[in-house]
Nanobody, 126 residues
Framework: QVQLVESGGGMVQPGGSLRLSCAASGFTLEDYVIAWFRQRGREREGVACISSNYGSIQYADSVKGRFAISIDGAKKTIDLQMNSLKPEDTATYYC????????????????????WGRGTQVIVSS
């Protein structure tokens, strides 16, 4: 049974950093595409994705150079390091995964992944 559990959210001042973690179970990380999305209103937007099998890492233009996605195979987590945070980064962040190949493409467009976590809230405010 595929499960994803996000953690690491909180409140931070503009310019600060947070590290989100997505604990994965029930599947082999290397065989799936894994992505981080965020939701500020009605729509979810892609933030970053990683596909070990295809050697692909992609970021939304809005976070390039500030966010970094990585996999810790030993811990079975997918982490999102967020630096230089801005108020517009305030959102609920979700990790998602799917077996469909080639989902991790430029600018991380929205896709209805098969499996989603419940999300973790990030607030960037002074």
């Amino acid at each position: 049974q595929v499960q994803l559990v996000e953690s690491g959210g909180g409140m931070v001042q503009p310019g600060g950093s947070l590290r989100l973690s997505c604990a994965a179970s029930g599947f082999t990380l290397e065989d799936y595409v894994i992505a981080w999305f965020r939701q500020r209103g009605r729509e979810r937007e892609g933030v970053a994705c990683i596909s070990s099998n295809y050697g692909s890492i992609q970021y939304a233009d809005s976070v390039k150079g500030r966010f970094a996605i990585s996999i810790d195979g030993a811990k079975k987590t997918i982490d999102l390091q967020m630096n230089s945070l801005k108020p517009e980064d305030t959102a609920t962040y979700y990790c998602a995964t799917d077996e469909v190949p080639n989902l991790c493409i430029e600018n991380v467009p929205y896709y209805d992944y098969d499996y989603w976590g419940r999300g973790t809230q990030v607030i960037v405010s002074s």
